[in-house]
């Protein structure tokens, strides 16, 4: 009798293995390897489907080069331009990945068609009815748009051919499946075999293709490691599902840069570019209350104006709680050692709480300044001036580090309407003299003794 061959297929890189190990040998990654039986991988056409799509690729003189096709495709939406560095690179292909209902069918659906091209958007997920409904409550298309619902990539490769688009979404790469191998759609295989054709097609036809992808529970996107290797660009579209708010964010960017941020508010027309972000972020009137602070961060090539607010209490429990929204939790810690042990606070019997305000998540140093200050306001129960915003690093001793951009963050607080701006006394960029108070302090201890006199 003829045995069944087994293989594995490591979950995080998508390489095959032929033994089980209990480590990938490619990627490293421990207990990763899924069993698969070799009869249901075995590749059933030997045509690859993008292949009609092919053309030769011959070796050019880097002169001889055009660049123009890194030409972008601008749309109707200054945030996506952004995010994407100056626009969709034509060829390119670009993986967005969020958590289920935080928008993303409806972001991807409103680009296409805010968008004055051709373009296909593949849904594997929804009817063109209810594709139609959302369409309707976003607004008016500008270019031709193409719904399709399919879950087939051979079928949408038919398609393609016929419509000849210049930008195809797909919604979502975990919904698709190839007929040329099996296991069912979502499976590394077959997430692994769709995505590589799609590639294939973009690089060799020039149109673009944006992937929607789904994130497993520990905030991964579904599917192998390497898909984010494969592609151009990974754009993560986060937020909290309590709030408005959601932010676009560049992980991956072959043409541009990481460090810029889209934000949108969801309403009840689709998503909102929002222009003037500082504005919604902040509480209005808490001038009387203890516990806030505002830190000047940078998301990307913007000042961002964040409000901190932090809960010190008596600890309930024999162990303190520490929680933190919006704010890594060990950097929080370690601001609470330091505190503890440079500036003498006893905080190892208390609970502390912290959060951002509006659901945003800031991975800025900078906001340490602000998250000690407004700690440090709840501990003494005492109001920080509405007036003071602060920006600066701190450190292991206690000491106030440099931020970059300092004077990008001093205009906009000063156009705010902020007077007094608290930083670190190391200066490197030359600040020019401002209307704004600037206030440099070099320990934290120093800031107790001008905050709370
Ligand atoms: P959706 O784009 O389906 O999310 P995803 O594709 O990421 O799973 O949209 C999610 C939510 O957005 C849905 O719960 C309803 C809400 N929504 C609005 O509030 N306003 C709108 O105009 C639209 C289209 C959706
Ligand atoms: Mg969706």
Not at 140 to 145: I, N, S, T, Y
Request: glycine share 8%.
């Amino acid at each position: 009798m003829n045995k069944e061959k087994i293989v594995f297929f490591c979950n995080n890189c998508g390489n095959e293995h032929a033994k089980w190990h209990g480590q990938c040998k490619y990627c490293k990654e421990w207990n990763s390897l899924k069993e698969v039986r070799k009869s249901s991988i075995k590749i059933k056409s030997q045509i690859e489907i993008a292949d009609y799509f092919k053309k030769e690729s011959i070796p050019l003189r880097i002169n001889e080069i055009n660049s123009e096709n890194l030409m972008r495709l601008r749309v109707n939406d200054s945030e996506w331009n952004r995010v994407l560095g100056g626009g969709l690179v034509p060829g390119s292909i670009c993986l967005i990945s969020g958590e289920p209902g935080i928008g993303k069918s409806t972001l991807l659906l409103q680009i296409s068609i805010k968008f004055d091209k051709r373009i296909l958007y593949v849904s594997g997920e929804e009817s063109q009815q209810q594709i139609k409904v959302r369409s309707d409550r976003i607004g008016e298309e500008l270019g031709e748009v193409f719904i399709l619902s399919e879950t087939e990539i051979e079928s949408v490769f038919k398609h393609i051919k016929k419509i000849n688009p210049e930008i195809v979404i797909i919604d979502s790469i975990q919904t698709l499946h190839s007929k040329r191998v099996e296991g069912s759609p979502g499976s590394v295989i077959q997430i692994r075999d769709c995505s590589n054709e799609l590639i294939k097609y973009a690089k060799s036809t020039g149109s673009a293709v944006i992937l929607i992808g789904h994130l497993t529970k520990d905030g991964n996107i579904a599917g192998p490691k390497v898909l984010e290797h494969m592609v151009d660009v990974v754009i993560s579209f986060e937020g909290d599902n309590n709030h408005a708010y959601r932010i676009l964010r560049a992980k991956k960017n072959r043409f541009g840069s990481t460090s810029e941020i889209g934000i949108y508010e969801m309403s009840s027309s689709g998503l909102k570019e929002v222009k003037n972000p500082n504005e919604i972020f902040l509480t209005l009137n808490n001038s009387k209350m203890s516990g806030h602070a505002i830190g000047v961060s940078m998301e990307g090539m913007r000042p961002l104006n964040l409000e901190v607010q932090a809960l010190v209490g008596k600890a309930v429990y024999g162990t303190p709680q520490r929680s933190s929204n919006g704010f890594n939790s060990k950097r929080l810690n370690m601001l609470l050692a330091v505190l503890e042990k440079r500036a003498g606070i006893q905080l190892s019997n208390k609970d502390v709480f912290l959060n951002i305000t509006g659901g945003i998540k800031s991975e800025d140093p900078s906001l340490d300044l602000a998250v000690v200050s407004a700690i440090l306001s709840s501990y003494h129960d005492t109001p920080i001036n509405e007036k003071i915003c602060f920006a600066s690093e701190i450190g292991l001793s206690g000491e106030l580090r440099p931020v970059i951009k300092l004077e990008k963050r001093i205009s906009e607080a000063e156009k705010l309407g902020y007077e007094v701006f608290v930083t670190s006394n190391f200066k490197k960029e030359n600040i020019k003299k401002n209307r704004i108070e600037i206030l440099e302090i070099n320990k934290i201890g120093g800031l107790m003794a001008k905050l709370f006199k």
